[in-house]
């Protein structure tokens, strides 16, 4: 059997060689003429899997090595009976540490206090789950918008979109494109939703940039009616809004979810569902081992500080988000680009932390959070 693979997917290669032909594209450049006689097709979120592409094909299976899969039509595979799954939740806590930075930076910025601070989480499944609980350790007041688990769980624990809206001094999107039905979340954040944001408030977008409207957004910043933005989505990426980029705190080319913890995460769950579709044995196809991050080991001196400067230490030690941004502003048009040659980024739990003079909240916090402590 033949498959073809985005060349960009991390730790693949060798993986599925013992069983079938493999063929290796650019992600953005797999063709009709690639999958004729291919079974199957692994892609990441630049491969629009569709009509256009697989009419004419034997593809009978797609895996992307995401959590997203709007980028494949479903409606399209199970009319012609074509198997897709996705890797659900695989980048979860890579997204985590990427709204740590953006907090850190955020709290620095603007003055703020954990404490203080109101975040609203809207969408509430793998990664804003994981969100809410970075949050609440912090210290954080949390409120949670996520229509399909309310109906589903009651609203105790949910509240409407309009009260995060209104009530939250920071506003972070991990919801799914959907764009028609009850969940649609095609320019969920536009203009009217900006009519009603306060000069106060911080947006963060890691979902999908289609899920706020550029032009609305531009409008609000123009007009220093948002407080911060910081955006690792875009509307039409990967050709970005350069005036847009121009306007926001922070801006990255869409790598929330892209350290080597999440991407050989994501390779695993696609490689097993693939064996299991096939038949084939999945025991020993798991990624190469994933490199050690330079400085694994970190000394905080926990002495006269409280739990919020700690915590931003040792995030700013593990994982610089500013230097993401810095590499998109000085090449913006190399967007896709940066996305495949991203540098090592190890999560959290990849780094031991060696606190010395901490107090017990400190200590209790550093261990909630999947770090190993000393």
Known sequence: MKVVIDDKIPFIKGALEKYAEVIYREGDKISRNDLVDAEALIVRTSTKCNAALLDGTQVRFIATATSGFDHIDTEYCRTKNITWTNAEG??????????????????????????????????????????????????????????PRERLEGSKSFVPLETIITDADIITLHVPLNHKGRDKTYHLIDENIFSQINQQQILINTSRGEVVETRAI?????????????????????VIDLDLLGMIDIGTPHIAGYSADGKAAGTAMIVKSF?????????????????????????????????????????????????????????????????AEYPLRREFGAYTIN??????????????????VL
């Open 90 to 147: 695989c980048n979860s806590s890579s997204v985590q540490q990427y709204i740590a930075a953006c907090l850190c930076f955020i709290t620095e910025k603007f003055k703020l206090s954990f404490a203080d601070t109101t975040i609203g989480i809207i969408g509430v499944g793998n990664i804003g789950k994981k969100v809410a609980y970075l949050c609440e350790i912090l210290g954080m007041k949390v409120l949670l918008n996520d229509p």
């Open 218 to 238: 531009k409008s609000v910043l123009q007009k220093n009616k948002l407080r911060g933005c910081i955006l690792d989505v875009w509307e039409g990426e990967p």
């Open 275 to 339: 064996c299991k579709y096939f038949g084939f044995d999945a025991q020993d196809l798991s990624p190469e081992e994933i490199p050690e991050p330079d400085n694994r080991i970190k000394e905080i001196n926990c002495k006269e500080k409280n739990l919020q400067r700690v915590f931003c230490e040792v995030v700013r030690s593990t994982y610089d988000i500013l230097e993401d941004d810095q590499r998109l502003r000085s090449s913006p048009r190399t967007f896709e680009k940066q996305r």
């Open 355 to 372: 606190l010395l003079n901490e107090d017990k909240e400190i200590e209790s916090a550093f261990r909630k959070l999947d770090l190993n």
